[in-house]
């Protein structure tokens, strides 16, 4: 998935987006509204991730803003404001969650995780492309009855390929998907991600390199449940 943190406070901003991108997802970090506006505005995110007492103003206001301009993206409140008044008015502006600092990272990630599926209920739990199944809700793969030990970032770009099978995915989209804007990942990055999944995926090939274009899994016969 892709999301966005809106965090002023450095620290907790850095330690929730290292987390998060440990679990395979990309992710964008921003520091006020204004950074965080022009970020909504540019990509298509799975989970926002908001933060409301910020120096330039409350997420609040600007969820309420992005909710009536047509970004629908699921968005988890993070914020030290733990009121009954505080939450009600969280959900009442959009919110899809309400999460009290301090808190666990592991309920992070869980709820992250919650929201991201419940908020886009089109997608499918599971999709098999001939004889591989790519469960995404437990992000886990199987090919032939037998698991791929597959690293975060080769689920993501896995599931990217899986929810495109028979389109070519641009290497932009590779690069999104799996690190986000404020990554800067080597220059050989994509190749070897390429590689690695394309190894563990084993014969016969399904996935292809569309010289100049991208990278396409082939799947004739998907099916989504």
């Known amino acids: 998935m892709r999301l966005l943190v809106l965090e002023d406070q ?9 987390r998060l991108r440990a679990q395979g997802h990309a992710v964008d970090e921003a520091r006020g509204l204004a950074e965080a506006e022009s970020f909504v505005q540019s990509y298509a995110y799975d989970v926002l991730l908001l933060d409301r007492g910020l120096p330039d103003g409350d997420a609040l206001d600007a969820l309420l803003r992005w909710r009536q301009t047509g ?13 009954i008044e505080d939450r009600v008015d969280g959900f009442a502006g959009g919110a ?8 666990a990272m592991d309920e992070l990630v869980a709820r992250v995780g919650a929201i991201g599926r419940r908020g886009n209920a089109i997608r499918p739990s599971t999709i098999r492309i001939v004889d591989l199944e790519i469960d995404l809700a437990r992000r886990a793969a199987r090919r032939g009855g037998i698991a791929l030990p597959l690293r975060p970032k080769e689920f993501a770009l896995l599931q990217l390929l899986a929810e495109r099978a028979g389109q070519v995915v641009s290497r932009q989209d590779l690069l999104a998907a799996c690190w986000g804007e404020d990554q800067q990942p080597a220059s050989n990055a994509e190749e070897v991600l390429i590689a690695a999944l394309r190894r563990k995926l084993g014969d016969p090939p399904l996935l292809r390199t569309v010289r100049g274009t991208g990278y396409l899994l082939e799947s004739p016969d998907a099916t989504r449940a």
Do not use: G, H, M, N
Request: proline content about 7%; glycine content about 0%.
């Open 96 to 103: 899809d969650d309400y999460l009290v600092k301090p808190f």
């Open 10 to 18: 450095s620290d907790l901003r850095e330690s929730v987006a290292s």
């Open 71 to 83: 970004i629908v993206a699921p968005a988890l409140f993070l914020t030290a404001r733990d009121s």
